[in-house]
């Protein structure tokens, strides 16, 4: 897949097909999370397909599902990057202080786009594809240091609306992946093993076990009833 399938993926910032006003612009900036949490949980989500990855490729899966899950990560780190040039990083350039610190950032967003392209524009039957996929996840790790230790703490310094540049990140990510702004949320979390269930894993036994039961009792049932 090439960058430019990425890009249908993540529409271009010139694009004018902006859809009008959906259900979830109309919702309130309290209802999403803020922007910090928002970009903190891409960062857990791409570095779990990462994790897959890498544990895909220790038990020698096969070309094509390994190619797929790069593909996305490759989509997931393109539309988050954007998502974060388009709307975090300018609303921190208005202070002086972080205007370097930005500059460092969207350089280091330059390299991972060039990675990707040579991934995306690749084949996995290339001797260096898994590599490059290697060195993107390590090259990220890095980057998500800086951003969660450095870029979002001072975020929360100055002061800015996190909730309503939360809400505009969700539904600027929805129109870049075409889908609901509340699925593509939804998503994240999953990925990022934060969904109820997740968190649960007791709770998911007990549903396994109750649906168990009720398989039986209908078995049961059956062979009473029969002649």
């Known amino acids: 897949m090439s960058n430019s399938k990425v890009a ?19 919702k309130s900036p309290e209802s999403y999370p803020d922007a910090v949490e ?8 791409v570095k779990n397909l990462f994790e897959t990855y890498q544990k895909l490729l220790n038990k020698a899966s096969e070309s094509k599902e390994l190619s797929a899950l790069a593909n996305q990560i490759c989509v997931a780190l393109t539309v988050h990057a954007q998502v974060e040039e ?3 990083y300018p609303a921190m350039r208005k202070s002086f202080d972080t205007q370097e610190l930005i500059d460092e950032a969207a350089v280091e967003h330059a390299t991972v ?10 084949n996995r039957r290339d001797s260096l594809y898994d590599a490059k996929v290697k060195v ?3 090259y990220i790790d890095h980057h998500v240091k800086e951003e969660e230790g450095e870029i979002f703490p001072k975020a929360k310094k100055l002061k800015l609306d996190l909730h309503a540049l939360g809400k505009a990140i969700a539904i600027r990510k929805a129109e870049l992946m075409d889908e609901p702004a509340d699925i593509i949320e939804n998503k994240d979390k999953s990925a990022a093993g934060l969904t109820e269930q997740s968190k649960s894993p007791k709770s998911s ?12 009792d209908e078995s049961t049932n059956k062979k009473s009833t029969s002649p």
């Open 8 to 26: 249908t993926t993540a529409k271009s910032d010139n694009s004018k097909d902006t859809p009008a006003k959906t259900p979830e612009s109309k």
């Open 38 to 45: 928002l970009l903190t949980t891409d960062h857990k989500a």
């Open 86 to 88: 388009e709307l975090l």
């Open 113 to 122: 786009k060039a990675l990707i392209e040579q991934i995306t524009s690749g």
């Open 136 to 138: 993107l996840g390590e």
């Open 205 to 216: 036994a007990k549903k396994e076990e109750t649906t168990v039961a009720a398989s039986k």
